[in-house]
């Protein structure tokens, strides 16, 4: 059983896994999936909103649309945005951006890097569908130089954090949050 919207492009959105579902395909996005990508970030904005309501939101469709054109367009050197689709399905999308070096009087080290986020439609984990496109992207990356890839990723997302340690990615910076009031 699924739930699916379509889009002008044909393709759908469905939030359950369907029957026999198995091959994840990864390709690039393009103007045309615009739609379902907006419907894939509003299931993983509703996600994070229910999971975490005091740092995430559900934002208006027009201001994702305005975003993920955004994110489309710059894809190419810096940057890349793909989708993972089971057959004409769209169910995961992942972006990649090499970020700017630290400046020379920063100690940091200057090591090439990029920061990446993963979305898999609501229904469709456990189907090798975020590690598909994690992979996808280290290797966007690699080809790009990049030597070290982080994320953000949200203490109560459980799930997604045993994803990421399970294909190798460590702890190693901590934010911290501070509410402030206006006096």
């Given amino acids: 059983m699924s739930t699916s919207r379509g889009d002008c492009s044909g393709r759908r959105l469905t939030t359950r896994s369907e029957p026999g579902a198995s091959t994840v395909a990864i390709r690039p996005v393009t103007l045309a999936d615009l739609d379902v990508l907006i419907d894939v970030y509003l299931d993983t904005a509703r996600h994070h909103a229910a999971i975490d309501p005091d740092v995430f939101h559900v934002p208006d469709r027009d201001a994702i649309a305005v975003r993920l054109r955004r994110r489309i367009d710059g894809r190419g050197e810096t940057g890349e945005y793909v989708a993972a689709?089971?057959?004409?399905?769209?169910?995961?999308?992942?972006?990649?951006?090499?970020?700017?070096p630290p400046s020379p009087g920063n100690m940091a080290r200057a090591v090439p890097t990029a920061e990446f986020g993963v979305s898999v439609v609501e229904g469709w984990g456990g189907h090798g569908i975020g590690k598909a496109l994690i992979e996808h992207l280290e290797r966007w990356a690699t080809d790009h130089g990049i030597e070290r890839m982080i994320l953000t990723v949200s203490e109560a997302n459980e799930g997604a954090i045993r994803l990421y340690h399970a294909l190798g990615y460590r702890d190693f910076d901590r934010m911290m949050l501070k509410p402030l009031t206006r006096p």
Avoid at 85 to 100: K, L, N
């Fill in 85 to 100: 689709m089971i057959g004409d399905v769209m169910v995961g999308s992942a972006s990649v951006d090499i970020a700017d």
